[in-house]
C-alpha cells in the first residue's frame, strides 16, 4: 500500500462532530469501520491495524486523514482565522515571515505553512510540542511534504512523509 490520504469538507460545529466525521473518513479510506486509539504522544492508532501509520486532522470546516504502511505519516489541515503576529513570529523563520507579509492573504499564507510544519511534527510523533526543535518544514531531511488541494480557498492542507 502507498500513502493514501482524503478530505471532507464540511461544517462541524463541535470537536466532538469533528473527531467523528474523521473516523468516519478513515474507515473509507481503510475499507471498513474503525476503532481509533492514541498512545502515550496522542498519535492516534488502528489496533485492529497495528503496522499502519495513521494521521488524523480536523477543524471546522474539514477532516483530513492519511495512511501509509511503509512509513511515518503526518497530515494536517487548518481553515482560516485568525492569526496573531506574535505566533507568526514564533514559529515562522525570516524568509516565512517575508512570504507572509508579501502575500496578498496573509492568514492564509501563514497556514500554508504552518500546516506543512505540523504534518511533520505529526510525522514525528512529537506534535505541536516539537515547534521548537523544527522550524523550516522545507528543509526536513526526513521526510517529503506535499500541500494538498482541499477544493476549497478558506482551507489548507499538507501532509508529510517519512524517507525510508
Not at 502515550?40 to 495513521?54: E, K, N, Q
Not at 486523514?65 to 494536517?76: L, M, Q, S, T, Y
Not at 485568525?82 to 505566533?87: D, E, F, M, Y
Request: with cysteine; aromatic share 4%; proline share 2%.
Amino acid at each position: 500500500m502507498t500513502a493514501r490520504w482524503r478530505v471532507e469538507l464540511g461544517e462541524w460545529k463541535t470537536l466532538v462532530e469533528q473527531r467523528e466525521a474523521a473516523y468516519r473518513l478513515l474507515g473509507q479510506l481503510v475499507g471498513g469501520s474503525v476503532v481509533v486509539e492514541h498512545d502515550a504522544s496522542g498519535a492516534p492508532f488502528l489496533p485492529a491495524l497495528p503496522d499502519l501509520h495513521v494521521s488524523i486532522s480536523h477543524c471546522r470546516k474539514a477532516v483530513a486523514v492519511a495512511v501509509n504502511e511503509d512509513a511515518a505519516i503526518g497530515i494536517d489541515i487548518e481553515s482560516r482565522r485568525r492569526v496573531s503576529s506574535g505566533l507568526v513570529e514564533r514559529v515562522c523563520t525570516a524568509m516565512e515571515r517575508e512570504a507572509i507579509e508579501a502575500a496578498a492573504d496573509h492568514e492564509m499564507e501563514f497556514l500554508r505553512f504552518w500546516t506543512c510544519k505540523e504534518a511533520v511534527l505529526k510525522m514525528r510523533r512529537t506534535g505541536i510540542r516539537g515547534f521548537g526543535s523544527m522550524i523550516d518544514a522545507s528543509s526536513a531531511a526526513d521526510c517529503i511534504v506535499e500541500q494538498i488541494d482541499c477544493g476549497c480557498a478558506d482551507v489548507v492542507a499538507a501532509v508529510a512523509l517519512a524517507k525510508v
